[in-house]
Structure formats: structure tokens, C-alpha cells
């Protein structure tokens, strides 16, 4: 049961040598291996927004901070922000009569359903439109930073135009000998094509442009002394905002609950993964954010036995403990499953002896229905040795092993090997009616099965 309580007792080592939970994992069915997240190409497919579900393409996402335009997050806890509409009487002064009549207007503010904090809280004014009215905050610093970026952005294009320049020297000598021989007009078109006259112009119009900002930034050597009531008078912690209210809006980060202002939404990114080997997806989901279905899908846990602790046990030094351990069949075939000893050195994890079962196991195959039918026939068609096998249940199989450890304190850690068969069924899309070839997998397994008593 280690999966939901604690993923890492049971840890499988991926293609690149990493130990990860099996959860983690995926199989690159082209190069039968396990790969892992740190050993794949992460690409961003697209950019959304998890609560309006707007998605738009990277470039736009750049231009808008990667926030949502709409949406916005209550910056005291970080809920989603809902608009509340209420009626305010106006009164409309009329020229010919004498009283003046009031009439009902809808105004609306925003408020988070969780903390209940409301932008009337920190005196934001009402909107008289239900979205899209909330002034942005103004950044003193923007004064500063649009110049520099301006400045970066010339810099930029003064470097480009220089390697123009440089590929165009290269060529110069064969043009000129050329130019001077153009009867045809042909050398000027071809300049103007490849441009490298457009970028030897501007690159002598931006040369005055680029000039060396002022720095303005310096060190901080003394601070101003705290206000004497620091010392003096208790704080009330409701008026301070905490640490990450503060971080949550980096570039004013409110002292006081009442600079609270509320934030625009984080977008999200829906992202594939690719097997950097053969260059194969290994995740792609759906482009659609409402959809939350996956194009190519090759989790490990869909073609991998899994392998968890039945039960805890109690282990002493130089004891031998049977412990049982599960495994399941995810795939829709019968497999074979072979658990071996890892020859060769122990490895530093390693801290007790295990002993596996030498026969081949077979495990029934997934069967959804089977689930509800305790009296399968399959259970009764093989003969288990209950010496081995704790007991056998749709496809799933409880086995004994035998675990010394040698070591007086600490986790009681074993490592095996896996081996399993894997039919590959991408190989068999054009001949339906053959079975898909069986492959042989096999997988390090490190279990840490418990822990030595005191
Ligand atoms: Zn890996
Ligand atoms: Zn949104
Ligand atoms: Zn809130
Ligand atoms: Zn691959």
C-alpha cells in the first residue's frame, strides 16, 4: 500500500540511474525504456488559464506577463476573486423639477468567497462594469525600466546589424569587382534582396542612439532608525500582511493589509513531454484546456508491474522477516514476471539481504469486470506454492519474500530486479489479427520495506 501513503518507500531507477516513484515514471515504447522527468524535453504546447480556461499562444502569453487579463486572485489568500453586484442610489438632479429623483445603479466590487476579503476593504472604489474596470497599479519603478529595456532592445539590434556587417565584409571585395562590372543593375537587387544595405544604413543611424545609460542603482550603506513605537507598542499581527502576500505582488509588496491590491491570475501551461533519444512523445494532451484527455499517454504505471508493501513488519539486525509484497499487472495480457537478485556490487542503499522466489510468476491480466467477480475461474486453473504466494486476486499477486538486514539502525532498504514481459502494441496497428510481439523488460527495484526496531 505504499503508493498512497508514502510514493518513495518503493523507487524504481529510470534509464538515466535515478531512483523515482513508479507514479513518475513513463515508458518510451520505441526505445523500451523508462525515462523519467528529468530525462525527457519538456515542450510548452500552450499557455491557459486554469480558471476562465482561456488559452492563448506563447508570444501573446509574453506580452500579457503570462497573467490572465480577465481573472483575478485575492491577494490575501490566493482564491479566485468573484465579481458582487449591488444597487447604489444616484440622484439625478433635473432642471424642471423641483425634487430630485434617485434612481438604482448597479456597481460592483470584487470578493474572495474564501477569506472574505473585498476590494471595498482597502477602499478600491466600485466598478460600474462587471469586468475589465480595475485600474492597474502604477509602478514607480516602470520609469526606470522602460528606458533600460529600450536601451537592452538597441544593444540587441547594434549586435545583430554588426554580424550583417561582418558576413557582408567577407563578401565585399568579390562585390565590388562585381559592382563595378554591373552593367545589368543586377549586383544593386541582390543587394537590396539579402538587405545588407537597409542594415548598413541603419546600423550607422542607431550608432548615436545607443548611449550608455546613467546608473542609477547604488548600495544601500545606512538604513533610516525604526519608529521608536516598534519597541513601544504591541503589533497587531491582522494589520501586517505575511511574508507571502508580500511576494505574491513582488513589485510593491504591501507592508500594511490595507495595500493589498487584488492580483491578476498566473496562467498555466499545458506542456508534452518527448522521449530525447528518439524523439517520440511520450505525454501530449489534448491542445483544447477544457479537454482533459491525452493524445499519446505512456505512463509507466499503464505498462509496468507495480510493486507495494502488503504489510508493515518488524525487522531486527541478522533476522530473517518474511514480508509480502504485491504485485499488479496493469496490461490487458497475462505477464510473466521474473524477480532476480542484482548481481555485482551492493549498492550504498542497500541494507538488507533478500530472498526472491526463483520460478517465473505469471499475473492475471487487468480485467475491469473481474473486480466484482470473486468466483474467477482463472484463480482456480494454477496451483500456487503457499509458501510463495500469500494469495492471487483479479491481477494482482501477493508474494513472500525473505529480507535480513545488516545493519543495527536506520531503513531497511532491498534492491531486485524486475523482469517483465511487454507486448508492444504500436507494432501491431497494421496487422490487427497478429498478437503484438512479446519484449522482455527489465527494472532495478529499490523497496524500502521497513525499519529496524529500537
Ligand atoms: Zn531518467
Ligand atoms: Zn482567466
Ligand atoms: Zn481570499
Ligand atoms: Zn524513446
Known amino acids: 500500500m505504499s503508493t498512497y501513503i508514502d510514493i518513495n518507500l518503493v523507487k524504481y531507477v529510470c534509464s538515466c540511474g535515478k531512483k523515482q516513484p513508479f507514479c513518475r515514471l513513463y515508458l518510451c515504447r520505441h526505445c523500451s525504456e523508462l525515462r523519467c522527468v528529468d530525462c525527457v524535453q519538456h515542450e510548452g504546447?500552450?499557455?491557459y488559464?486554469?480558471?476562465?480556461?482561456?488559452?492563448?499562444?506563447s508570444a501573446e502569453a509574453?506580452?500579457?506577463?503570462?497573467?490572465?487579463s480577465r481573472c483575478l486572485d485575492c491577494p490575501a489568500c490566493g482564491n479566485t476573486l468573484m465579481t458582487r453586484a449591488t444597487n447604489l442610489m444616484v440622484t439625478t438632479p433635473d432642471a424642471n423639477k423641483a425634487s430630485t429623483p434617485t434612481t438604482p445603479k448597479k456597481m460592483y466590487y470584487l470578493a474572495c468567497g474564501f477569506c472574505r476579503w473585498t476590494t471595498r476593504d482597502v477602499a478600491i472604489p466600485d466598478q460600474t462594469v462587471a469586468s475589465g474596470g480595475l485600474p492597474e497599479q502604477e509602478n514607480e519603478a516602470n520609469k526606470l525600466i522602460a528606458p533600460l529595456l529600450e536601451h537592452y532592445h538597441l544593444l540587441a539590434q547594434k549586435e545583430k546589424t554588426e554580424k550583417e556587417r561582418k558576413k557582408y565584409v567577407k563578401r565585399r571585395s568579390h562585390m565590388y569587382y562585381a559592382a563595378e562590372k554591373d552593367k545589368y543593375g543586377l549586383i544593386s537587387?541582390?543587394?537590396k534582396k539579402t538587405s545588407l544595405a537597409s542594415a548598413l544604413t541603419t546600423?550607422?543611424?542607431?550608432?548615436?542612439?545607443?548611449?550608455?545609460?546613467?546608473p542609477v542603482a547604488g548600495t544601500v550603506t545606512d538604513f533610516d532608525a525604526l519608529p521608536a513605537s516598534v519597541y513601544t507598542e504591541p503589533l497587531d499581527v491582522l494589520t501586517v500582511t505575511t511574508m507571502s502576500q508580500r511576494l505574491a505582488n513582488c513589485e510593491f509588496?504591501?507592508?500594511s493589509m490595507l495595500g493589498l491590491y487584488p492580483l491578476r491570475k498566473h496562467l498555466l501551461l499545458r506542456k508534452s513531454l518527448r522521449c530525447k533519444e528518439c524523439e517520440h512523445n511520450l505525454i501530449k494532451p489534448d491542445y483544447n484546456p477544457l479537454s482533459i484527455k491525452f493524445k499519446i499517454q505512456l505512463n509507466a504505471i499503464n505498462f509496468v508491474p507495480d510493486i507495494r508493501i502488503q504489510s508493515p513488519a518488524v525487522f531486527m539486525k541478522n533476522k530473517e522477516t518474511l514480508v509480502c509484497l504485491t504485485v499488479s499487472n496493469p496490461s490487458v495480457y497475462n505477464m510473466a514476471v521474473h524477480l532476480l537478485p542484482v548481481e555485482g556490487a551492493v549498492d550504498p542503499l542497500v541494507t538488507a539481504k533478500i530472498d526472491l522466489p526463483r520460478q517465473e510468476i505469471v499475473i492475471w491480466k487487468r480485467d475491469d469486470a473481474a473486480i466484482y467477480d470473486d468466483?474467477?475461474?482463472?484463480?482456480?486453473?494454477?496451483?500456487?506454492?503457499?509458501?510463495?504466494?500469500?494469495f492471487r486476486k483479479a491481477n494482482k499477486i501477493g508474494l513472500y519474500v525473505r529480507v535480513t538486514p545488516f545493519v543495527d539502525t536506520g531503513d531497511v532498504t532491498v534492491n531486485f530486479h524486475v523482469k517483465h514481459e511487454y507486448r508492444n502494441t504500436t507494432a501491431t496497428i497494421q496487422s490487427e489479427v497478429k498478437e503484438p510481439p512479446v519484449v522482455w523488460l527489465d527494472h532495478q527495484v529499490f523497496v524500502t520495506v521497513g525499519k529496524i526496531q529500537q
Not at 546600423?203 to 546613467?214: A, G, I, Q, R
Not at 468466483?375 to 500469500?390: F, G, K, N, Y
Open 45 to 47: 504546447d500552450s499557455h
Open 49 to 57: 488559464c486554469s480558471h476562465c480556461l482561456e488559452n492563448m499562444p
Open 62 to 68: 509574453k506580452m500579457r506577463k503570462n497573467r490572465c
Open 189 to 191: 537587387v541582390a543587394m
Open 203 to 214: 546600423h550607422s543611424l542607431k550608432e548615436d542612439e545607443v548611449k550608455m545609460v546613467e
Open 253 to 255: 509588496q504591501p507592508v
Open 375 to 390: 468466483t474467477s475461474q482463472l484463480q482456480h486453473e494454477i496451483r500456487d506454492d503457499p509458501s510463495l504466494v500469500a
